[in-house]
Structure formats: structure tokens, C-alpha cells
């Protein structure tokens, strides 16, 4: 009877020294280092991703002059001037925010409001305004400026007065501009537009 009571009790008692053994001897490192490298998968993933999508936005070409100005002034950001300078000049060709009328032929006949002659064909299309004129000149003088060539940056600074931009302190201190304030032309070109008093000229002086 003594030997049948303890059979179980001894075989209950390998049992769980069989489990404590496992438990012991189970190498852990396994468990605890596979999750970092998943997850380091995964962020090397969406950051291929990421690269791509810039990639194929940066690959993207303009359709308008807003993203023509838009592309190049990211290319000045990333230093990148001879990109930013074409990217101006594109732009410049591309559909503006004025709407107009291109007339393209006369209409045969009578003139729909009386008149012998008839009147003129024409389809819509978009142009620059002045302020899309400014922008584009001044953006690239400030390209031009960086390229170092201060003959085409005041000639397009000149441009953009001319089409209205008077904002003449932030020329006078665009660090964009730096290569050319304090040149020659530079000073004689805003002597012109924007004359500081000078009192020793009242004496021709």
C-alpha cells in the first residue's frame, strides 16, 4: 500500500522539476531581441517609402507658375541655385493667375452688334499678373546673387521695380542678396529707385 501512495507523489514531483529545468535552461535573448529587429524593419521600410514619395514629388514638373516658384524656392533652400534659377525661368512660361482673351483670327461676316466687319476669334489663357512678375525677378536675383553674378541679379532686381516691387529695406538686407549689396551697381541701382537724403547736397556735394 506505502509503495502504490507514493508512486504519484514522486512521479507529481519529477514532473515539476522537469518544468523548473525548462524554465531555467530556455535561452531567453531570442524572445527579447526579435521584436528590435522587427521593429527596425519596419522603420527602414517606411523610410524607403518616405524617399520615394519625396523622390517622385521632387520628379513631379510644374503646370503652373506657382509650382514652378514653388519648386525653385526649394531648390534655393536645399543650396541648389542652378536648379533654383531654371526653375524661375520655367516658371515664367507657365500659366499665371490672370485670365485672358489671345485673340487668333477675324470672323468672316457681319459684326454680331452691326458694322460691316465681323469680330475676332480668341481662346482663354492664363498669364502672369504683376505680382507673379515681381516674384519671378526678384527670386531670380536672388539666384543670380548666390551664382555670384551681380550683372544679371541687379538687372533682374530692376525688373521687379519695374513691375511694381518697392519693398526696398528687405533688398537692402536679404541675406540672399549678399553677394551683391555694396557693389557698384547694386548702390547705384537703388540710389535710382529709392534716393536717401543726402544734406551735402544741397551744397553740390
Do not use: W
Request: charged residues 20%; hydrophobic residues 35%; glycine residues 8%.
Amino acid at each position: 500500500m506505502n509503495s502504490l501512495s507514493t508512486t504519484p507523489v514522486l512521479l507529481f514531483t519529477i514532473l515539476v522539476i522537469i518544468a523548473c529545468t525548462n524554465a531555467f535552461t530556455t535561452p531567453t535573448p531570442t524572445l527579447i531581441l526579435q521584436p528590435s529587429l522587427q521593429q527596425r524593419r519596419t522603420s527602414s521600410s517606411a523610410l524607403s517609402s518616405s524617399a520615394s514619395a519625396s523622390g517622385a514629388q521632387e520628379s513631379i514638373t510644374p503646370k503652373t507658375f506657382r509650382e514652378g516658384e514653388v519648386l525653385g524656392l526649394r531648390c534655393m533652400q536645399d543650396g541648389r541655385h542652378e536648379d533654383a534659377l531654371e526653375a524661375f525661368k520655367k516658371a515664367m512660361t507657365l500659366p499665371g493667375s490672370r485670365s485672358d482673351i489671345l485673340r487668333t483670327a477675324n470672323v468672316s461676316g457681319p459684326s454680331p452688334v452691326g458694322g460691316s466687319k465681323g469680330g475676332t476669334e480668341g481662346r482663354r489663357v492664363q498669364t502672369l499678373d504683376e505680382f507673379e512678375y515681381q516674384a519671378a525677378h526678384y527670386n531670380m536675383a536672388c539666384a543670380y546673387a548666390s551664382l555670384g553674378n551681380v550683372g544679371e541679379s541687379v538687372a533682374n532686381l530692376k525688373k521687379a521695380f519695374t513691375f511694381g516691387f518697392d519693398n526696398y529695406e528687405t533688398v537692402r538686407v536679404d541675406p540672399d542678396l549678399e553677394n551683391v549689396q555694396g557693389t557698384a551697381e547694386f548702390d547705384r541701382l537703388m540710389e535710382e529707385v529709392d534716393p536717401k537724403f543726402n544734406p551735402f547736397g544741397l551744397f553740390g556735394k
